[in-house]
């Protein structure tokens, strides 16, 4: 196993640049390269998938590179977001990199256990090792924009290809630039991939115009807001009510919760959504550090944006406690 790499907090421009080099030097020395990231992916996963599978093709275009894991059809504008069929032996002489994934069970293809080596490049909190080399940064907006950053830091070429991919993980991940994530470093790097050829009209368009059945959707959600006394904003999902929408839980429990962000005197707010009998939890903060309770219920993230997956009904009404009690300390 080779030496562990890892960056737990945001470090400077001296600490990162050599880690970025590493790992540039491992995707160097490998003939076959397997990109892994979270299952049922959002825009930065794919995003960075996608990015990082076009930048390393278009810098060393002698390297077979392959991206594992399922296709959302969400994402579908970006090009080469088809994933890739790889067989099993390919990944015994292969590095496989885990993108934006902080817990090995998410990860989108478990063959990577098998590879000859293992790299992630994350921008979660730190939960556990996955692999055997790791950059773990999450001072990082946005995995995207980590990979990004290497890109720029080691003298790497982005197509407009690339740029696109990159550029979708980064405005979905920081919320449009709005999240607190965003800092001058995500304006600099979205700025070089802009130059870079990025179309933002198209993946702006892509991302965020909706057909009008989507919008009756998002008002229907709406309706359904209900608050906790200290004013946490949840809205709960019956898997019956799923399936009338005509939505796929993704679009309901991670495309939706933002409906409640906003609201004057809210500071944390949750998606409860009923899925293949468990409960998707998306968890939301405009303050508090949400990601403990993520944590004790399974999941994890970031401070102000977690998610969690558990039994039921009843486990989401104790978790609501607990955001309750957390809203009610923070004012």
């Known amino acids: 196993m080779a030496p562990l790499f890892i960056a737990l907090v945001a470090f400077s421009w001296y600490h990162v640049k050599p880690m970025f080099e590493k790992a540039i030097e491992l995707i160097k020395k490998a003939n076959t390269i397997i990109i892994h990231r979270h299952q049922k992916p959002d825009g930065d996963a794919i995003g960075a998938q996608v990015g990082l599978k076009n930048l390393i093709l278009d810098n060393y275009p002698q390297k077979k590179v392959y991206a594992v894991g399922d296709s959302p059809e969400r994402y579908g504008f970006i090009e080469g977001s088809m994933m890739d069929e790889v067989e099993d032996d390919v990944f015994l002489d292969a590095l496989s990199i885990i993108l934006d994934t902080s817990a090995p069970q998410l990860i989108s293809d478990n063959r990577y256990t098998s590879a000859l080596m293992t790299l992630r490049i994350d921008h979660h909190l730190f939960v556990e090792r996955i692999a055997d080399a790791e950059i773990v940064d999450p001072s990082f907006e946005s995995c995207a924009g980590e990979i990004a950053f290497m890109a720029i830091e080691t003298g790497l070429s982005i197509s407009s290809i690339c740029a696109n991919a990159l550029y979708t993980g ?34 702006y368009s892509s991302l965020y115009v909706d057909d009008f059945l989507m ?14 006394d200290n004013l946490v904003a949840y809205v709960y999902m ?49 303050g508090p550090d949400i990601n403990p309770i993520a944590v004790k219920y399974g999941g994890g993230g970031h401070k102000k944006a977690s998610g969690a997956t558990i039994a039921d009904h009843d486990t989401a009404m104790k978790m609501l406690e607990d955001l309750n009690r957390m809203a009610g300390e923070y004012r």
């Open 215 to 228: 919008m009756r959707r998002k008002a229907e959600y709406t309706l359904k807001i209900q608050f906790t």
């Open 238 to 286: 019956t898997e019956k009510e799923l399936q009338q929408t005509g939505l796929d839980a993704f679009s309901v429990s991670r495309g939706m919760v933002n409906t409640m962000a906003n609201i004057k005197g809210t500071k944390i707010w949750v998606s409860f959504t009923e899925s293949n009998k468990k409960v998707l939890c998306e968890l939301r903060s405009s």
């Open 170 to 203: 980064m405005v979905t991940d920081s919320g449009r630039f709005q999240y607190d994530s965003t800092t001058s470093r995500t304006f600099s790097t979205a700025s070089v991939l802009l130059k870079a050829g990025a179309d933002i009209a198209t993946i």
